[in-house]
């Protein structure tokens, strides 16, 4: 099956830097691959998603990039603020039932 | 608000006692999943439901865990004869086929966190 590994486990910037967060996955099949943010207490809110047919995407401060060939994909977030200072997970998917999470990477952003 | 709602949020419960989860799914979501979560851990894959079929179960549901969608709406999840292993964030996404994306887009909910004392 589909395993996802992430990297660092915990992240450390100084506000307005920036963030880059590393997944790899194994399946050369896996063809979906959201990133989500968690926040103390509260589920995963999905901040940005990316399909194989697709190289790179951005949303305002946030971009996510892949390489299947690597089979590695990262998140970057720039102009880092406190606020998102959160776990993040990332994630890879072939099919509807088949989603294997990161393990998670600890964001804090110092003020 | 109209996403995903999950009850209780917390549970906490004495060894050998059962209980149970609901979860809301967004309105017209036709998908709905399960996953289990423990501290320091992603997200694990449970059971995923398309309208009232459950069409998936994963290894990690032991027969101790029951699911149901009676009317492809909300959903409830059933632990009986807990143990303290079960203790951890129980969390509902729910999504939609009908978007034509391939993959669906999950939306999770905040979770039950149980705790087996």
């Known amino acids: 099956g589909e395993n996802v590994e992430q990297h660092p486990s915990t992240l450390s910037v100084q506000e307005g830097d920036s963030a880059v967060i590393k997944c790899t996955y194994s399946?050369?099949?896996?063809?979906?691959f959201p990133w989500y943010k968690q926040e103390l207490g509260k589920g995963p809110q999905l901040i940005i998603d990316?399909?194989?047919?697709?190289g790179e995407k951005k949303d305002q401060r946030i971009a996510v990039t892949l390489n299947k060939t690597a089979k590695h994909f990262s998140l970057h977030i720039t102009e880092t603020q406190p606020e998102d200072s959160a776990v993040y997970f990332c994630?890879?998917?072939?099919?509807?039932?088949?989603?294997?999470f990161g393990a998670g990477t600890r964001l804090t952003v110092k003020p | 608000d109209t996403g995903v709602s999950q009850n209780p949020r917390h549970k906490i419960t004495k060894r050998g006692q059962n209980v149970t989860f609901r979860c809301d799914p967004i309105?017209?979501?036709?998908?709905l999943y399960w996953y289990r979560q423990t501290l320091g851990q992603g997200p694990e894959f449970l059971t995923y439901?398309?309208?009232?079929?459950?069409?998936?179960k994963s290894r990690l549901l032991s027969d101790r865990f029951s699911a149901e969608r009676p009317k492809g709406s909300f959903s409830t999840l059933e632990i009986q004869r807990t143990e303290q292993g079960d203790s951890a964030m129980y969390l509902c996404?729910?999504?939609?086929?009908?978007?034509?994306?391939?993959?669906?887009?999950?939306?999770f909910g905040p979770g039950t966190r149980l705790t087996v004392l």
């Open positions: 990316i399909r194989s047919n697709v």
């Open positions: 309105s017209e979501h036709n998908r």
């Open positions: 439901f398309q309208n009232e079929a459950q069409l998936e």
């Open positions: 994630a890879a998917s072939k099919g509807i039932d088949d989603m294997r």
């Open positions: 399946d050369s099949a896996s063809n979906y």
């Open positions: 996404a729910s999504s939609s086929s009908r978007t034509g994306a391939g993959t669906d887009t999950q939306y």
